[in-house]
Structure formats: structure tokens, C-alpha cells
């Protein structure tokens, strides 16, 4: 079946714009998160939806981040008036509650 | 908060086997995982331990935790170049929300 999958693979935007990064979990999973990898750095947590519940935002850098997720499937990872250091692969994961994550291939975000 | 740490790069050769070490700070990881990323590629599970394990074979792959001093090494028998990649460890905490919180990555370079 059909994995992780994210759109765009690469998004070169200018600094100061907003971007909208998108996640389709795997059919069925209720549980999907966002992580950020950046150059040198280890993956680090952004937040975390699990069916209807609240989401986890506690990795969330700044005010400048927000996710949603539309009727439980679809996610989007917005990030408003980019910066450089936003700069980084940003990976999705979905799992069946809080099973083992499978990844999508990222995107990754160059900011100008 | 957690904190998880790799050596940052392995040379092996071809044939020979490789031991990526990491090192965590937090006990009370339910999950520990092994995770492989080629270059371009998101994250591939490889293979994960319960916490309650001591060892763990799967082909190739051998997991070993020693809980007590807080270390988790992956082994690979044979190493091959299509090894070639970034290996992460990561610790999940079940629960509320599974996130994962990982090491830096170690790069393994096999040399033909």
C-alpha cells in the first residue's frame, strides 16, 4: 500500500513569505506528527495530532509555526514570514495510535 | 529534557561489521529505535527493541541495550555499500503523544 507521502519534495521560497508544507498519512493511521531535521542537527519534534484529540505543539519553535489537520487524514505545516534558519528538511510520520512511526520522504524547505 | 547522542561518522569496509553506538539520558523510553535515512531519502525503520529487551536479531541486525548504563547499539553483520547511510536512534515514550526524540545520526561510510 501506499507509504508517507509529502508535496512539495523541494520549496525555495524568499525570506518573509509564508510557506504551506503537506502531509497525506498512511490510510488509516490516526496518529501523524511533524518533525524538522536541520543541517547538523539531530530530528527534532514539532507537534503531534491524534484523531480528535487536542494536538501536541509543544516543539514548536515559534508563534510562526502552525499545523492542522483537515477530518483527520491531510496535514498541513504553515510557517508564516520565513527566516533563514528555517531552513531544514521537514519530515511527517503517521502511525496506527502511538504504534511505530513510518516516515514520509520530507520536504525540504530553502529559505532565500 | 532527553537527550540522545551518536557518534557522528563510521568508515567500515565492505564485508566487515559495523557497531553505530548511542547513548541516552533518559530511562523511561518504552520504544527504542533504529531508523535509516539514504541521501535524499526520509526516514526508513529499520528495527526497534521494547525496553524490557536486552537483544535483538532481525537478519543482518543485531540490537543490543544495555539499560544500566543507558546504551543502545546496532550491529550489522556483513556490511554491505548499500549500507551506506545515516542511522538514527530514537526513544519513544508511548503515552499521550509517542513522539520521538532522537540522536544526531551517525554516517556510515563503507568502502568497497
Known amino acids: 500500500g501506499a507509504g508517507v507521502s509529502q508535496s512539495p519534495s523541494n520549496k525555495v521560497t524568499e525570506k518573509g513569505k509564508d510557506v504551506e508544507l503537506r502531509c497525506d498519512p498512511i490510510s488509516g493511521h490516526t496518529a501523524l506528527y511533524w518533525y524538522r531535521q536541520s543541517l547538523g542537527q539531530g530530528l527534532e519534534f514539532l507537534i503531534y495530532f491524534q484523531g480528535n484529540s487536542a494536538p501536541d505543539k509543544s516543539g514548536l519553535p515559534s508563534d510562526r509555526f502552525s499545523a492542522e489537520r483537515t477530518g483527520g487524514s491531510v496535514s498541513t505545516l504553515t510557517i508564516q514570514r520565513t527566516q533563514q534558519e528555517d531552513s531544514a528538511v521537514y519530515l511527517c510520520?503517521?502511525?496506527?495510535?502511538?504504534?511505530?512511526?513510518?516516515f514520509g520522504p520530507g520536504t525540504r524547505l530553502t529559505v532565500l | 529534557g532527553e537527550d540522545v547522542e551518536q557518534s557522528l561518522f563510521l568508515s567500515v569496509r565492505e564485508g566487515d561489521s559495523s557497531v553505530i553506538n548511542c547513548t541516552y539520558t533518559?530511562?523511561?523510553?518504552?520504544?527504542l529505535y533504529w531508523y535509516k535515512q539514504e541521501p535524499g531519502a526520509g526516514l526508513q525503520l529499520l528495527t526497534y527493541?521494547?525496553?524490557?529487551?536486552d537483544m535483538k536479531q532481525d537478519q543482518r541486525l543485531t540490537v543490543l541495550l544495555n539499560k544500566k548504563d543507558k546504551h543502545l547499539s546496532l550491529r550489522i553483520a556483513d556490511t554491505q555499500t548499500g549500507d551506506s547511510a545515516i542511522y538514527f536512534c530514537g526513544g519513544g515514550y508511548g503515552g499521550a503523544t509517542n513522539k520521538l526524540i532522537f540522536g544526531t545520526g551517525t554516517l556510515l561510510a563503507v568502502q568497497p
Open positions: 510520520a503517521s502511525s496506527l495510535m502511538t504504534d511505530t512511526q513510518y
Open positions: 533518559d530511562s523511561s523510553s518504552t520504544y
Open positions: 527493541i521494547f525496553s524490557n529487551m
